[in-house]
């Protein structure tokens, strides 16, 4: 396949490489979100099943693109589409798991933790508003830290991003100036800054760039010990991304009462809620192509949900909890078929 050109570089998972599978591998490709952890997964399905995943991290638009045009087995996005759009494509999706998105920054004699940013402040940062890290705002917030007289670099996703959903989601929540001139979506019109592809790239970026700040998937910010901030929330808390703020930021989601599992968990309420979070979304054809592979692939994630949830919580996600796994199944039982109508799972 073209796809297995470049693996760290386009962050492809391709761990059936050099072990013939008893199938062809399970086919993915979007959300840079989730890579760390579906990579992880797939190591260790590989290893249990000798079945492989060649997963394409390569942001949730693109993710969305590839199964609409039915070129892998499923896609993957952070923004979850609504019931018409899911309609549309002939496709359901599903969560697989949660996490948060924090933002992450790159100033000389500051480490993790040391600054607190509100939303409105980020907005206005992201905006070109606050132009200089000494601003009164950020003072403000950060009455006792030595803040540099120095130009804020902003980086931010060049993709059509999931993660870019997210926190402009966040974004349009805390401050109307944002929703009205740039919006949320997985791609915007960012009003300045440096574009760079996936998580990863927003990583690179950060660490590469004197003054800057980003926005990345929690684990990532883990893997390249990057210098997180803590957040303001809504309920005027100063909160710090760990699981259990994640977890407090989702405890309030019904999934039963969601229509095709469409969910947004930005600044929700609680004091110990992290304000940016949200889940990750499989999308899988109602009738797929082809039968078998859909097979492997709710195969690979049955056994993700029974088997993956502690190498989730390693990374800092969040296990979808027991009795949403059983919605989830339920509705592959029911929607996804064969070309006779038989029940794919």
């Not at 693996?7 to 062809?24: D, E, Y």
């Not at 798991?97 to 920054?105: D, H, K, S």
């Amino acid at each position: 396949m073209k796809l297995w050109t470049t693996l760290a570089a386009a962050g492809l998972i391709a761990v059936a490489a050099h072990v013939p599978a008893k199938a062809a591998d399970i086919s993915g490709a979007g959300a840079t979100f989730p890579y760390p952890i579906y990579a992880k997964w797939a190591d260790a399905y590989k290893k249990q099943t000798g079945n492989g995943l060649n997963y394409q991290s390569i942001g949730s638009g693109g993710g969305i693109k590839q199964i609409t045009a039915r070129t892998v087995t499923f896609g993957a996005s952070d923004m979850p589409l609504q019931p018409a759009e899911l309609d549309k494509i002939g496709v359901i999706q599903f969560p697989t798991v949660m996490g948060g998105i924090v933002p992450v920054v790159n100033l000389d004699g500051i480490a993790s933790g040391d600054l607190t940013i509100d939303g409105a402040t980020l907005a206005k940062i992201y905006l070109g508003e606050i132009k200089k890290w000494d601003d009164p705002a950020i003072k403000k917030l950060n009455p006792t830290a030595k803040l540099p007289s120095q130009a804020i670099a902003l980086v931010h996703r060049s993709d059509g991003s999931g993660t870019t959903f997210i926190f402009t989601n966040y974004l349009s929540k805390v401050s109307p100036a944002w929703k009205d001139k740039v919006g949320s979506s997985t791609a915007v019109e960012w009003p300045g800054g440096i574009g760079a592809k996936g998580n990863e790239g927003v990583a690179n970026g950060v660490v590469q760039t004197k003054g800057a700040i980003g926005y990345v998937e929690t684990a990532y910010a883990k893997q390249n010990k990057l210098t997180t901030m803590k957040m303001v929330n809504k309920d005027g808390k100063t909160v710090t991304a760990t699981p259990e703020a994640i977890m407090a930021a989702a405890s309030g989601a019904d999934w039963a009462k969601a229509p095709g599992f469409y969910m947004i968990l930005t600044d929700e309420p609680g004091a110990q809620s992290w304000p940016i979070a949200g889940a990750t979304f499989i999308l899988i054809p109602k009738r797929p192509k082809d039968a078998a592979a859909a097979k492997e692939a709710l195969d690979f994630f049955a056994w993700a949900y029974k088997n993956g949830g502690e190498m989730a919580s390693s990374l800092d996600y969040i296990p979808m909890p027991a009795n949403v796994v059983q919605l989830i199944q339920a509705k592959w039982k029911n929607e996804v078929k064969d070309g006779a109508g038989k029940p794919v799972f």
